[in-house]
Structures are given as C-alpha cells and as structure tokens.
C-alpha cells in the first residue's frame, strides 16, 4: 500500500492584527504510525474557532500560545484507522484535538481526553451545536446568565454558534430574546429560524444604543457578551441593577494591540451586576450530560444549528480569517475528508 501522507497547517508567524495568508504554512510528512498504547486517527471534520487568535500571540491568555513550526491546534471529529489502545478500535469515529491536519496520534492522556462522537446526529454536530460552542451556550446562560421567564437576554454575535444556541435556550426559558448581530441575513435568520424576538444588524444601525432601547424599552436582564467593544459600549447603560452579564468573550479585539476588556466597561457603570469571564472547561465533569441535553434537543425539534462548511484542509487559513471576520454563518466547520 502507498504510504500515506500527512499535510499539515503549521504556524508560521504570530501575525500583528488580523491572520493572514503568512500566519500558517503547509507541509507534508509520512502519517504517522501508531507505538503501544497509541491510535492513530484520520480527521474528517475540524472546527475553526474565535480562541485560535489567542493561540497565535505572545499576549498572556488561559492557554499557551502554539510555537511557531508546530501544528495548528484545534478540535477534530476523527476516525481511528490505526490502534494499540484498549480505549479505541478501527473505524471508531470520535472527538478529539485532532489538529489542523490530515492524521493525528493520540498517546493514552489525550484518548482520555477524546470520547465517542454523537451517531444521532450529523457528525459536524459534534464541534458546533452539541459540542465545545453548543455547551459554551449552554452553561454561560444557565449558570451565570440564569434565565426566567420574562427576562430579557441581549447576545451579541447572535447568529454564530455559541450566539445561536444562547438565544434559543433563552427562549426554551420565556426569555425576550434581543440579538445583535453583522448584516440582514444573519438578523433574518435570529428572528425567523431560531425564534429571537429581534435581532439588531450592529454594522447598519445608525445609533445603535438608541435602537437597543427602543428594543429592550425595560432595559436588559441578562447580557451574554461575545464581541465587546462598540457593540458592549450601546448595550451597557441598558444593563439593569441585579442583571447578569456573563462574558463568554470580546472577539472585536481579539486583533486590537491596546484591548479594552469587557469587565472594566462593566465595572465602570457602579452598578451591581453580575459579571465575569468564564471558560466552557469550568463545568468539564458535567460535559456529558449537557452533551446529551443538547443532543436531545436538536432531535426534539427545539434547538436548531447553522453551519458554515469550508471544502477541504487546505481552507483552513481562509475559514479561521473567515470566523474573525464575520464571514461565518452558524458553526464554522472545516471537511477535511469522508468517513469511510
Ligand atoms: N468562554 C468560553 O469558554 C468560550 C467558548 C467558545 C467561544 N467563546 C467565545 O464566544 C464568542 C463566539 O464564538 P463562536 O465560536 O460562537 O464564534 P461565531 O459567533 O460563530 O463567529 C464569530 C462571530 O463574531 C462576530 N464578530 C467578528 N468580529 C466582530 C467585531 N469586530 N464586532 C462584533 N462582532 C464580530 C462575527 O459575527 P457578526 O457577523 O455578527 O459580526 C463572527 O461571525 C467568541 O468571543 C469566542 O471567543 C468563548
């Protein structure tokens, strides 16, 4: 048999500002085989995510940064076509950090950290709408956001796959769900496909905190914060004495020099509001179940997922740019091969 190659996207150089063409760089290299107690698996989906910016930085952040000349991180759906492991078989499709590659071996600590994929569902489900974004939703809302009915819930990047999920859950609660979010098509598709009660086009509205008000005349409960910056400056006068405002992330400086972090225009109000960032690994014990909740719910008719699908590995680069960019609809996946 031909021996099987591996193409790789390795990083190149941290880029100042926005990713470009230059940040990754492409080779190729023999798959790889697998020792005792390893798998070697074959990536067929792989998410391209918002916290890859901070992966190509020096800036300090909750996890190091990947060196220059390795291999991009990131989250694979991925089929085993190699095992030493009692863990996992041939032809077992799983969740892993498969990386931005073709083939990926897995030692016995990151087997642990892998877990089979959810057959109900269309395999990508498993990066978007039931996986790390799905849960992200899931827990920033119930947990720090802490709907009931009758709130109302502002989430801005409304129509991506954290926002999407956040404002449905919303909803599942008897939230009035506000969303905010680039462009008429992503607004459509908050109010019409996933059943926000409105949804603000932040790039066309011409006073944005005034339409905010108009649209939230009670002022705002529950504030799910993904973006910061302008959009965070219109939504923060509105935010209530008692509201919450969990902070998932600031996504419009993550290629700012001088960022300006949602906390301190949160703080700077002096009003009691419960604020902070938090990390979807918090709750990692009850991962599975919210898995499984999530997954019921999409069966169920109750939750529904957009997906961005790029073809092939090689447009991995132009996703990621596309996720900070705004090019995005829903889950941005990448196909990196066939299940087979
Ligand atoms: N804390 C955690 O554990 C955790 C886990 C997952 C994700 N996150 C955070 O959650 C947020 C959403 O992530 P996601 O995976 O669901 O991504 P996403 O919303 O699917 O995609 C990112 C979206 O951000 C919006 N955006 C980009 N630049 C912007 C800007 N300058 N101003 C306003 N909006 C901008 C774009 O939508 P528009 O076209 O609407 O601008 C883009 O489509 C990010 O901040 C991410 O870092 C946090």
């Given at each position: 048999m031909a021996e099987q190659i591996n193409r790789k996207w390795l990083v190149a150089a941290y880029p100042d500002g926005m990713p470009t063409a230059e940040t990754f760089e492409l080779a190729e290299e023999p798959a790889p085989t697998a020792g005792p107690g390893e798998i070697v698996v074959r990536n067929i989906w792989l998410s391209v995510d918002p916290y890859m910016r901070a992966r190509i930085s020096d800036r300090a952040s909750y996890a190091a940064p990947v060196a220059v000349g390795d291999v991009m991180v990131g989250g694979t759906v991925a089929q085993v076509v190699a095992s030493n492991s009692h863990l996992y078989s041939v032809g077992e499709v799983i969740v892993t950090q498969?990386?931005?590659?073709?083939y990926c071996l897995l030692g016995p600590a990151q087997q642990d950290a892998s877990y089979r994929v959810?057959?109900?569902?269309?395999?990508?489900c498993s990066l978007g709408v039931t996986g790390m974004p799905g849960a992200t939703a899931y827990f920033g809302l119930l947990r720090l956001g802490k709907p009931s009915a009758g709130d109302t819930l502002v989430v801005s990047a409304a129509a991506g796959a954290v926002g999407s999920v956040v404002g449905q859950i919303g909803k599942m609660h008897g939230c009035r769900v506000v969303g905010i979010a680039g462009g008429p098509e992503k607004c459509g598709l908050c109010t019409d496909?996933?059943?926000?009660?409105a949804c603000l086009d932040y790039k066309a509205e011409e006073d944005l905190a005034a339409s905010l008000q108009q649209a939230c005349p009670d002022g705002i409960d529950i504030y799910f914060e993904n973006v910061g910056g302008p959009v965070l400056e219109a939504v923060a006068p509105l935010l209530k004495d008692g509201s919450r405002a969990p902070i998932c992330g600031f996504i419009s400086q993550y290629n700012e020099l001088a960022l300006q972090p949602p906390w301190d225009v949160i703080n700077s109000l002096g009003k009691r509001i419960e604020s902070r960032f938090f990390l979807v690994s918090e709750w990692l014990g009850e991962m599975p179940k919210a898995r499984r909740e999530l997954s019921t719910w999409v069966q169920e008719g109750k939750l529904t997922y957009r997906e961005s699908v790029a073809k092939g590995l090689e447009k991995a680069p132009e996703a990621f740019i596309g996720v900070l960019t705004g090019r995005n609809i829903g889950k941005q996946v990448v196909r990196i091969s066939a299940t087979h």
């Open positions: 498969g990386g931005w590659q073709d959810d057959r109900a569902l269309p395999l990508s496909t996933f059943g926000f009660d």
